[in-house]
């Protein structure tokens, strides 16, 4: 077992497990896993963010993938496989994450040769500097007072830390606050209280993002670009150490899965396909737009769990943008012009709303009144009560039509058993 750092499983132990841990590997007897491995009792060598660059080893013949790899991370962890040994005459990836097309496409911008589709503009790096020095979290003193620290050869650990400390502290807090004034928003039911503060834990985030790639930025354009600028390396040094520090965490909405027990799972084959690496390939897109990120937006992750559980309803030459007109525009538009429903759900639990009377006939209607704007799935809906259950579901989940029912009834405080 392969990984970096150590890592606190106190169930397993009250000691950190390192990679030379005797109760993860108990064989190394003080050897490099990268050695031990070479030896023909190891076969299986399990790796977490370790040996996806730079590992040789001939005797690889077979991968198991269980997470995500694009571009040219998906390319260098793959292609571990590919050095001759004797004997070896064939390898297999077994991937349970990544689609043989995002492969594909990742193998062929490398296949041959790399173009890059536009150059870098160095510029890029004094741009990101501006926006962070911006934000006012810091000043031209501070930024000097960690550098003056970092490059003495005489400092301590202490003077480190009385240098970046304050800037640090100050950010937290705000965090804090922030996280505090959004907690008390929202069980006060005050949308724009929650909203300015969601806000400001996002612009926090971000700001710590923006430092990230501001340093990974000017990692690689140095190398080939002379700056020539103190101020934009002693933001690279000032970054460098305020991020570690910067433990803001991120408030996340949705269900608690914490208690949930895989009891049993199914693997099926989807058939062989075949990946000709040969053929037009994209180019490398420049860097651009560095620190212009935004935390992910909820409405976009709803989107995309209606188009997933659509998927399993409707059959057919049906688009992912027509399921999603259908449902989330057209039949859950029509729903929201009901008044019964709205005061229904202004009145009752979701649970009670659920098992309403009027909902299951509301959705026939609506089903009825789309037949002409949409044929091929107003059929498939009104011959089908699975159809039409799942139509529901996806409605009162992610389509969240309960919660706008409830804006438009007027939400009443005490939800009481009115259907």
Same mark, same amino acid.
């Given at each position: 077992m392969a990984f970096s750092g150590e890592v606190n499983d106190p169930e397993s132990?009250?000691?950190?497990?390192?990679?030379?841990?005797? &109760?993860?590997?108990p064989n190394l007897n003080g050897r490099e896993i990268r050695e031990a491995f070479k030896l023909p009792e190891h076969h299986i060598l399990l790796v977490a963010n370790k040996f996806q660059t730079g590992f040789d080893q001939p005797l690889l013949c077979g991968m198991y993938v269980d997470r995500r790899l694009a571009g040219i991370q998906a390319v260098q962890t793959l292609s571990r496989l590919n050095r001759a040994y004797p004997g070896k005459d064939t390898t297999y990836v077994l991937d349970f994450v990544n689609s043989s097309d995002e492969?594909? !496409?990742?193998?062929?911008?490398?296949?041959? !040769?790399?173009?890059?589709?536009?150059?870098?503009?160095?510029?890029?790096?004094?741009?990101?500097?501006a926006k962070l020095d911006a934000t006012g979290h810091y000043d031209e003193f501070e930024v000097e007072r960690v550098v003056k620290v970092e490059l003495d050869e005489k400092a301590k650990q202490g003077d480190l830390i009385a240098a970046i400390h304050p800037?640090?502290?100050?950010?937290? @807090?705000?965090? @804090?606050?922030?996280?505090?004034?959004?907690?008390?928003?929202?069980?006060?039911?005050?949308?724009?209280? /929650? @909203?300015?503060?969601q806000d400001e834990m996002n612009?926090?985030?971000?700001? %710590?993002?923006?430092?990230?790639?501001?340093?990974?930025?000017?990692?690689?354009?140095?190398?080939?670009?002379?700056?020539?600028?103190?101020?934009?390396?002693?933001?690279?040094?000032?970054?460098?150490?305020?991020?570690?520090?910067?433990?803001? *965490?991120?408030?996340? &909405?949705?269900?608690?899965?914490?208690k949930i027990v895989l009891t049993h799972h199914r693997l099926y084959s989807k058939g062989k396909t075949p990946l000709v690496v040969n053929g037009?390939?994209?180019?490398?897109?420049?860097?651009?737009?560095?620190?212009?990120?935004?935390?992910?937006? %909820? &409405?976009?992750?709803?989107?995309?769990?209606?188009?997933? @559980?659509?998927?399993?309803?409707?059959? *057919?030459?049906? /688009?992912?943008?027509?399921?999603?007109v259908y449902v989330n525009n057209v039949i859950k538009g029509k729903l929201l012009e009901s008044e019964t429903l709205a005061q229904q759900a202004a009145?009752?639990?979701? &649970?009670?709303?659920?098992?309403?009377?009027?909902?299951?006939?509301?959705?026939?209607?609506?089903?009825?009144?789309?037949?002409?704007?949409?044929?091929?799935?107003?059929?498939?809906?009104?011959?089908?009560?699975?159809?039409?259950? *799942?139509?529901?579901?996806?409605?009162?989940?992610? *389509?969240?039509?309960?919660?706008?029912?409830?804006? %438009?009834?007027?939400?009443q405080e005490a939800a009481g058993d009115a259907l």
């Open positions: 132990g009250p000691d950190p497990f390192k990679e030379t841990s005797k &109760e993860l590997n492969i594909l !496409t990742a193998f062929r911008t490398y296949y041959q !040769t790399a173009e890059l589709a536009d150059v870098t503009d160095p510029n890029l790096v004094f741009d990101l500097r800037v640090a502290d100050r950010l937290l @807090k705000s965090y @804090k606050g922030a996280q505090l004034r959004w907690q008390n928003a929202t069980e006060a039911k005050d949308e724009k209280a /929650t @909203k300015d503060a612009a926090l985030l971000l700001f %710590k993002n923006d430092m990230g790639a501001f340093l990974r930025l000017y990692s690689f354009l140095s190398q080939i670009f002379d700056y020539g600028n103190t101020a934009i390396e002693a933001r690279s040094i000032f970054y460098r150490r305020l991020i570690p520090l910067l433990d803001f *965490g991120r408030q996340r &909405e949705g269900v608690d899965v914490s037009e390939s994209e180019k490398l897109p420049p860097i651009t737009e560095t620190g212009s990120g935004s935390v992910q937006e %909820k &409405e976009k992750a709803l989107l995309a769990e209606i188009v997933a @559980k659509l998927n399993d309803l409707f059959q *057919g030459d049906v /688009t992912d943008d027509d399921q999603l009145n009752n639990s979701k &649970e009670q709303f659920s098992s309403s009377p009027d909902l299951p006939k509301a959705i026939l209607d609506a089903i009825m009144d789309a037949l002409d704007a949409h044929t091929t799935m107003s059929n498939q809906a009104l011959s089908s009560k699975r159809v039409q259950q *799942g139509l529901k579901d996806v409605l009162l989940g992610p *389509g969240q039509l309960y919660e706008l029912l409830r804006k %438009k009834g007027g939400c």
